[in-house]
């Protein structure tokens, strides 16, 4: 696993709330996803498949607690920030495939001052 992009600075005044998104830019997620086809009784579905994210320190520790949020869409919010939030956070995030080959895991670095 290796990080394929800089998600970018975040500075946050000491108890505001901050919202990092874990992929830049929106085009970057629509390329990455993947359209995967499902077979049922000689159907064909096709679904595009949601993403899984996980947010975590330098430490490689998740950070998801009870100022820490994972939103639905990837996002992490940080609410009443503290000196001590200042780091490095990273958004790995992978595509759910029904293929037996592993998929590769994507991680993008954030730094919070």
Known sequence: MSVIGKGGNYAVLRGSSLRMSCIPRESDL??????ESIYKSDMREEREAAPIYKWTDEQDKEVIDARFTKLENGDLEIVNAHVSDSGIYKCKFEIPSFSTTPQPKNVYEHKLV
């Open 30 to 35: 629509r390329e990455e996803r993947e359209t």
